[in-house]
């Protein structure tokens, strides 16, 4: 049976000993609960880190066989604009705080086993217009061992209209916190979407934390 080897990433990862941090926010069956995972000044650092990069129009998964999976821009299921945050020493204190959040809420919630994070943080920006339909970050192909996701709401929420984070662990979608800085952390396989934008620009720091695939 052949491993499935784990991309190369110079982050560490979650460590079970990571202490957590005071303030955060975290998803679960229940309303979520809002607090800060970033503050204002840091959101708007992620936010000129990122255009401060080359970004890319989002894509989503299209599978082509059982095991090859590809990656295609479909414009009515997702429209934004991907940015990628390498880790280097601009953004090192962004993977460390995401680090401490997705492993206090997992210890605290899930439990999940958890490996790290092995692809580069995104940050993700909604014009007018630009939405993405109820969907799971869990899948096939690099997908299928993501465990936690995680979203960071990096603008002012009264500088947008629309684009509002929804997500279903019950019989009823609810809205996810967007006061700017609050983080949402939860298991990748519950199904999510953003509304389309109807005002203004939504930028959300994006990322998955992976591990063994759920068994």
Request: aromatic residues 8%; proline residues 8%; positive net charge.
């Amino acid at each position: 049976m052949q491993v499935k080897q784990r991309p190369q990433h110079p982050y560490p990862g979650i460590r079970p000993d990571v202490r957590p941090l005071s303030q955060h926010a975290t998803f679960d069956a229940a309303p979520p609960r809002t607090g800060l995972g970033l503050r204002r000044r840091e959101c708007e650092r992620v936010v000129d880190l990122a255009e401060a990069t080359r970004g890319r129009r989002a894509t989503v998964a299209r599978r082509r066989s059982s095991r090859a999976v590809e990656y295609q821009p479909v414009q009515d299921v997702r429209s934004a604009t991907v940015f990628e945050l390498a880790f280097g020493e601009e953004t090192a204190w962004i993977y460390e705080r995401i680090h401490r959040i997705a492993a206090d809420a997992n210890r605290r919630l899930w439990q999940f086993d958890l490996s790290g994070i092995f692809h580069p943080i995104k940050v993700i920006r909604y014009e007018a217009g630009d939405h993405y339909t109820w969907h799971t970050d869990l899948g096939g192909g690099a997908a299928s061992d993501r465990k936690l996701s995680m979203t960071v709401q990096l603008s002012a929420p009264g500088s947008y209209d629309g684009g509002d984070l929804e997500l279903i662990a019950g019989p009823h979608p609810v809205t996810a916190p967007r006061e700017r800085g609050a983080a949402i952390v939860f298991p990748s396989y519950l199904l999510h979407r953003v509304t389309p934008v109807a005002r203004g620009l939504r930028f959300a720091l994006v990322t998955w934390v992976q591990g063994p695939p759920f068994r």
